[in-house]
């Protein structure tokens, strides 16, 4: 299969601390992950694209200075809520594109199990 | 008019029954389309994958494309309580580069024992 892992999975901090979430492709190399947001009962709002060893890009009214991306390997990106303030609280999911060269109808995307940060 | 349309629900079903869950898309440039499931407070787990018109079968689930509609559904047969989740319409361009997925509101499903 396709295993993203995630961490934290749940993490609370002061406002004003920053926070870093790990996203993980496990058994897959991933040129390029995704950002999500998910408010309760919505859908996934994407927040970034982010490419290994690129800059990521951004989707409009994201602050890139607020949530720093970093997608240092193949298999690792970071996403780093800076000076978190209590609106940032929210479900943050990532997901990992799995690209096939041979048959690129395949190439999907697999999430994460999400991080709830709580920011108080 | 958005892009995918996704009755949010929420869908109270008993157990056994057929489930249908639809989604509607505006754009011709989409080519493949996916359903995730999305247990509370989890991330989305893919479900099925298509990109031509008509019927792909995996166990209970059969996800059906329409595109002369533009209209995808997936159905699950003989539900049970652990089907019980979100469910996510997902779509997405054709041609080299098109990675980003849209997706539906997603239909909140109970399967009710």
């Known amino acids: 299969g396709a295993v993203v892992s995630q961490h934290p999975s749940r993490v609370i901090c002061k406002s004003g601390t920053s926070v870093k979430i790990e996203c993980r492709s496990l058994?897959?190399?991933?040129?390029?992950m995704f950002w999500y947001r998910q408010f309760p009962k919505k859908s996934l709002m994407l927040m970034a694209t982010?490419?290994?060893?690129?800059?990521?890009?951004?989707e409009q009214g994201v602050e890139k200075d607020k949530f720093l991306i970093n997608h240092a390997s193949l298999t690792l990106s970071t996403l780093t809520v800076t000076s978190a303030h209590p609106e940032d609280s929210s479900f943050y999911i990532c997901?990992?594109?799995?690209?096939?060269?041979?048959?690129?109808?395949?190439?999907?995307?697999?999430f994460g199990p999400g991080t709830r940060l709580t920011v108080l | 008019q958005k892009e995918v349309e996704q009755d949010p629900g929420p869908l109270s079903v008993p157990e056994g029954a057929i489930v249908s869950l639809n989604c509607t898309y505006s754009?011709?440039?989409?080519?493949?389309f996916m359903w995730y499931r999305q247990y509370s407070r989890k991330g989305p787990e893919l479900l099925m994958y298509?990109?031509?018109?008509g019927n792909k079968e995996d166990g209970r689930f059969t996800a059906q494309v329409d595109k002369s509609s533009k209209y995808i559904s997936l159905f699950i047969r003989d539900s049970q309580p652990s089907d019980s989740a979100t469910y996510l319409c997902?779509?997405?361009?054709?041609?080299?580069?098109?990675?980003?997925?849209?997706f539906g509101k997603g239909t909140k499903l109970s399967v009710i024992p």
């Open positions: 997901s990992a594109r799995r690209g096939q060269q041979i048959f690129p109808s395949t190439d999907t995307q697999y």
């Open positions: 058994d897959f190399q991933a040129t390029t």
């Open positions: 982010s490419n290994e060893g690129s800059k990521a890009t951004y």
């Open positions: 754009n011709s440039a989409f080519q493949y």
């Open positions: 298509t990109y031509s018109s």
């Open positions: 997902a779509i997405r361009r054709g041609g080299a580069g098109s990675y980003q997925l849209t």
